[in-house]
């Protein structure tokens, strides 16, 4: 048997383990690994029917169009809109938190790119967004 002492979280344990059944082992040879197998990636499917909500789909905000010149915010990942924290017409500084959103169950916040004028806001509290979908505007 050997004894050996293991700290766990601040705690110390004596633990002690049998040696069973000790032989010289000699070392395997090498073995190549066997090459990777190709896997085929499957063609885009047809565009999916719509499934039926459980319950009622969160309101849409009504989608402003950018003016000329407005400089996009997307979402850089699909998720939630938790929260929107600016409003049409208030001025942000480069940083600043635009919208919180949550995407594999973290809160995530989108800030402003550029100091700037918001200029349309794109999303809704409790929409869901795309990879991509544009949040917000500045100008």
């Known amino acids: 048997?050997?004894?050996?002492?293991?700290?766990?979280n601040g705690?110390?344990?004596t633990v002690e383990v049998e040696e069973v059944n000790v032989a010289p082992v000699a070392a395997p040879a090498p073995v190549a690994?066997?090459?990777?197998?190709?896997?085929?990636?499957?063609?885009?499917?047809?565009?999916?029917?719509?499934?039926?909500?459980?319950?009622?789909?969160?309101?849409?905000?009504?989608?402003a169009t950018p003016a000329a010149g407005a400089q996009p915010?997307?979402?850089?990942?699909?998720?939630?809109?938790?929260?929107?924290?600016?409003?049409?017409?208030?001025?942000?500084n480069a940083?600043?938190?635009?919208?919180?959103?949550?995407?594999?169950?973290?809160?995530?916040?989108i800030p402003a790119p550029t100091a700037g004028i918001v200029d349309t806001i794109q999303v809704a509290k409790g929409a869901s967004v795309s990879a991509g979908d544009v949040l917000v505007t500045l100008k």
């Open 1 to 8: 048997m050997k004894k050996y002492n293991i700290v766990v």
């Open 11 to 13: 705690t110390s344990y």
């Open 33 to 63: 690994a066997p090459a990777p197998t190709p896997v085929a990636t499957p063609a885009p499917a047809a565009a999916k029917a719509p499934v039926a909500a459980k319950t009622p789909a969160p309101a849409q905000a009504p989608a």
């Open 73 to 92: 915010v997307a979402a850089l990942m699909p998720g939630t809109i938790l929260d929107i924290k600016v409003s049409v017409g208030q001025a942000v």
């Open 95 to 109: 940083g600043d938190v635009l919208v919180i959103l949550e995407a594999m169950k973290m809160e995530n916040e």
